[in-house]
């Protein structure tokens, strides 16, 4: 019993490793339209992430990617993301959509992705102070929906000279028309970004201090919820980064690719998606709507100090008119010189010429 024990431990150690190692490799599935369907699948404890989606003609009739073949990359999400295994309809009668850059229906339907571990990720509820310098994010039970009444925050903290760049895999929050019902926070001290609704595979549009994570949900409908991929800039130089992986074989519609050799680390293709809601997003203002800023608050201002001048110099003015009426009030001594004109007695003894005197 315990030769067995010890055979157990060494097989679960063993497919353990394989799983670790295949992690984050490229890999492709791909099929002609002659099948009905494209299945693909990633080994058990691991979550599938697709990265790219094409239509391809070939003119030799391969139904794989070939080096000058004439492709269509399609933009569609696709549910399967995060489980196991995906399943994708494929068209039928044998031909594909035409591909607009060689006017030619195409013949192939190829699929890449990477098998990602449960392991790798983090649940934001879980997890309130993240400091690795990259990593995956879920929310609580993805790739199944997520609960009612959820309020949850993780805080991604780096280097104070590093920033983070932000990549939504795959979003699928609630929404009620325009209104985020169910929505994802991410805020830094300058800048916040809220999404809800569907998108997939595209970046966050802006670079993060320090980042902030936030999902909140309410008592109605839930679902998938979402997967973020994260990572600071610049990289730290003790980093310990995941060794170049060799091209390992695979069966039928599975081919992989070979990893890249400069750098080990995970490829976020930045793509674009339907469906896509974004709200209340925070963008930098251009230099045209600076200026006017600047320039409206201080025309605003000279209206102030101008009105503030004209009232002054009214004032200065009803001050001078009753000048002598003031000074009366306040020395009731003082009389002016008009006074002295009229009440003055006319002398006889000043001699106006040389004859009178």
Sequence with gaps: ????????????????????????????????????????????????????????????????????DCVEEERKLYPCVGRESCSINLPSGGVGRVISSCNKPSNYFQVEYECIPVSETKNICDSPMI??????????????????????????????????????????????????????????????????????NEPSPVSWKN????????????????????????????????????????????????????SPKHVIPITKTVNNVNVDKTEKLPFAAIVGGVIGTLSFVLVILLVLLIVKWSRERKRRRDKNQFIEVQNPGYRNSNEFQQNAIPRTDICYNYVDC
């Design 131 to 200: 400091t690795a310098q990259q990593g995956y994010i879920v929310t609580p039970g993805y790739p199944n929906n997520y609960g009612p009444n959820i309020n949850c925050t993780t805080r991604i903290q780096v280097e104070s000279y590093q920033h983070l760049k932000l990549y939504i895999l795959d979003l699928d929050l609630e929404m009620a028309s325009s209104t985020c019902s169910d929505y994802m926070l991410a805020q830094d001290t300058i800048q916040s970004l809220t999404l809800c609704g569907k998108r997939g």
């Design 1 to 68: 019993m315990e030769y067995l024990q010890r055979i157990q431990i060494v097989v679960i150690l063993t497919y353990t490793m394989i799983v670790q190692s295949l992690a984050g490799t490229p890999m492709s599935a791909s099929a002609c339209f002659a099948q009905k369907e494209l299945t693909f699948k990633c080994a058990y404890g691991s979550m599938l992430r697709i990265t790219r989606t094409l239509y391809g003609y070939n003119s030799n009739g391969m139904c794989s990617l070939q080096p000058g």
């Design 211 to 262: 980042l902030t994570l936030r999902l909140s949900t309410n008592s109605r409908n839930n679902y998938k919820g979402f997967w973020l991929y994260y990572e600071a800039t610049p990289e730290l130089t003790t980093t310990t980064q995941r060794p170049t992986l060799p091209v390992v074989t695979s069966q039928k519609t599975a081919q992989p690719v070979a990893p890249s050799t400069t």
